[in-house]
């Protein structure tokens, strides 16, 4: 089906295919163009047509980063121009001004699939999917009759949505999830989230650059719980140096309306705020796609269960993405999905990779690969930690980075970099360098000895590998790693 066709003509060309995949966010794309790019046959199958790339795209990664970007870039120049000049962009940025730019983003980027997908012969069909039975899907569109489409494979590819539990009120415009806090109409004075993971950071960071009196609650004792605690305390110092209040060991016990406001009952504390923004979990979507009735496994929280190869407990049935459960990054699904169609297909040998990094665009970002101490300490392993500050980089400082640091985790007796965790500016890019590092068992003195530009952050990865075999070699002779 060509894009442009008529929405009372949404019936496929083709009625078999060698791969059927099933939601169009980074997973679904990245599987469909390779299987194309093998020659293969391809339809993508989106319950809403006109809006390609689901939550990736539309509600999520995009539209909340652009907003993130533009915000740190005004806060960026803080150290050189002075709060007063901050303090009048941002008093002068209205809601409109801001998501605007996040809604031509998001629409620059489906552009950008929709050519993708047509330069790859891909059809894109639009509908409700389920399985019939092992190889048959029925599609029901928004317009016009159901009807059944046949794959050789299949790719579930239909990612997650916020958790909604049932004695939250949601109205969507006092009491929101995160599809819908970037449709606000007008920027709120206060805002309570509820929920310190990955997205109920990066909003509070978001709002809280706003000027929002912006306070963060979580039922656990700390911010983002898979984090290195190190640089998660930097991260928190920061949020707290920007005006965000957080409130550890609080949980929501109710919601009430008092006026135009909310009145929230935590464990210890009541608060009022002008919006509710609950971010607390989000839920796979495969429910509805027939799966129990054709023998792929769910789990009791909605996560279709894969394999290695990301198999469900049909061979030619694979799932990818949120869906899964974690890692649900749109880098690693997008590598999960290509994976799926390279193994379908029977062109991969190699395994899935180890190493892959977490990136959390908060401001400043936090970004890591490998375990954190924590979970090394656990693990009995013998290692040291090689640090540096932002504050003692040439780069860090002139940037006015006072909470910026980069973290090694090296192996005490290879040397070999085990884990990398990074908070401050251009730490989601930063970690890349360690990460080629790791996949090639490249050990510190790699790092010694690799002449960095000056000034740059990326020299804090020499630092930090001095820093750490300073701590096995204190008389500075370092010696070869033992094997």
């Known amino acids: 089906m060509e894009l442009g066709t008529p929405k009372n003509q949404i019936k496929a060309k083709k009625s078999s295919y060698d791969l059927i995949v099933i939601g169009s966010g980074p997973a679904g794309v990245q599987a469909a163009i390779q299987a194309s790019k093998l020659k293969k046959s391809v339809c993508i199958i989106e319950k809403v047509r006109d809006q390609v790339g689901g939550t990736w795209i539309h509600t999520g990664t995009l539209p909340s980063k652009t907003v993130r970007e533009s915000l740190e870039a005004i806060h960026a120049i803080k150290h050189h121009v002075g709060n007063v000049w901050v303090d009048r962009i941002i008093e002068d940025l209205s809601t409109d001004k801001l998501y605007q730019r996040a809604h031509k983003v998001s629409s620059e980027e489906e552009a950008l699939v929709r050519r993708y997908t047509k330069?790859?012969?891909?059809?894109?069909?639009?509908?409700?999917?389920?399985?019939?039975?092992?190889?048959t899907i029925k599609v029901v569109p928004s317009e016009g009759p159901p009807y059944l489409l046949?794959?050789?494979?299949?790719?579930?590819?239909?990612?997650?949505?916020?958790?909604?539990?049932?004695?939250?009120?949601?109205?969507?415009?006092?009491?929101v999830d995160s599809d819908e806090i970037l449709k606000l109409e007008s920027v709120p004075r206060t805002m309570l989230i509820y929920g310190a993971g990955v997205i109920g950071c990066e909003y509070a960071c978001i709002f809280?650059?706003?000027?929002?009196?912006?306070?963060?609650v979580d039922p656990r004792d700390r911010l983002?719980?898979?984090?290195?605690?190190?640089?998660?305390?930097?991260?928190e110092n920061a949020m707290i140096e920007m005006g965000i209040k957080i409130l550890f060991k609080q949980d929501l016990k109710s919601i009430s309306t008092r006026g135009p406001k909310l009145e929230v009952q935590l464990t210890s504390d009541k608060i009022e705020t002008d919006v509710l923004f609950f971010a607390a979990g989000r839920v796979s979507n495969s429910e509805h796609l027939g799966l129990e009735q054709i023998g792929v496994k769910?789990?009791?929280?909605?996560?279709?269960?894969?394999?290695?190869v990301f198999q469900t407990t049909i061979p030619h049935i694979y799932a990818a993405g949120d869906v899964i459960g974690a890692p649900a990054l749109a880098a690693t699904?997008?590598?999960?999905?290509?994976?799926?169609?390279?193994?379908?297909?029977?062109?991969?040998?190699?395994?899935?990779?180890?190493?892959?990094?977490?990136?959390v665009y908060t401001i400043p970002e936090l970004s890591s690969v490998g375990p954190t101490e924590e979970q090394l300490k656990d693990l009995k392993i013998d290692f040291v930690v090689g640090r540096a500050s932002y504050s003692e980089i040439a780069r860090g400082y002139i940037k006015g980075d006072s909470h910026g640091m980069l973290k090694l985790l090296i192996d005490r007796k290879s040397h070999r970099i085990l884990g990398i965790h990074i908070v401050g500016e251009g730490a989601a890019n930063l970690v890349h360098i360690g990460l080629a590092f790791m996949m090639k068992d490249g050990v510190a003195n790699d790092l010694v000895n690799m002449i960095f530009n000056y000034p740059t952050l990326a020299e804090a990865y020499r630092i930090a590998a001095f820093n750490a075999l300073n701590k096995i070699f204190p008389d500075g002779k370092f010696l070869t790693p033992a094997a």
Do not use: Y
């Open 298 to 308: 769910v789990t009791d929280r909605g996560v279709i269960a894969v394999n290695d």
């Open 119 to 135: 330069k790859n012969n891909i059809e894109i069909c639009g509908g409700f999917a389920s399985f019939e039975d092992p190889h």
């Open 208 to 216: 809280g650059a706003l000027g929002v009196k912006t306070i963060l």
């Open 333 to 359: 699904s997008a590598q999960q999905g290509r994976f799926c169609a390279l193994h379908a297909f029977e062109t991969i040998k190699s395994d899935f990779p180890k190493h892959f990094p977490i990136g």
């Open 224 to 235: 983002l719980a898979m984090s290195d605690a190190e640089v998660v305390k930097s991260l």
């Open 150 to 175: 046949t794959g050789k494979n299949f790719v579930i590819a239909t990612g997650s949505r916020p958790r909604r539990p049932d004695n939250i009120p949601f109205d969507g415009w006092r009491v």
